[in-house]
C-alpha cells in the first residue's frame, strides 16, 4: 500500500508537514525552509509526493520522489 503525499503548510505562524488521509502532523518548524527540508525527507523514504504550500495555503510546488508512472514524462 503506497502512503499518502506529503504536505508542508502554514499552521498557526509555523510551518507543518501532514500526510494525506492522517490525521495530525507528523513534524512543526519555526520557518519554512526547516518544513521544506523534513518534507521532502519523507517523501522520498516513502516515494510520495511532495506539495509546499504558499502562506496562502495554495500549492506552489509539488516534487515527486518515485512512484510515478514508466509513461511520465521527465
Known sequence: MTEGDIHTVPRE????NEREGDAG???THDTKE????AGR???R???VEHLIHRQDGTIGER???GGD???SPG
Open 45 to 47: 523514504k516513502g516515494k
Open 69 to 71: 508512472p514508466a509513461s
Open 63 to 65: 516534487n515527486s520522489y
Open 25 to 27: 502532523d507528523i513534524s
Open 34 to 37: 526547516e518544513a521544506v527540508e
Open 41 to 43: 525527507d519523507v517523501a
Open 13 to 16: 505562524g509555523r510551518w507543518a
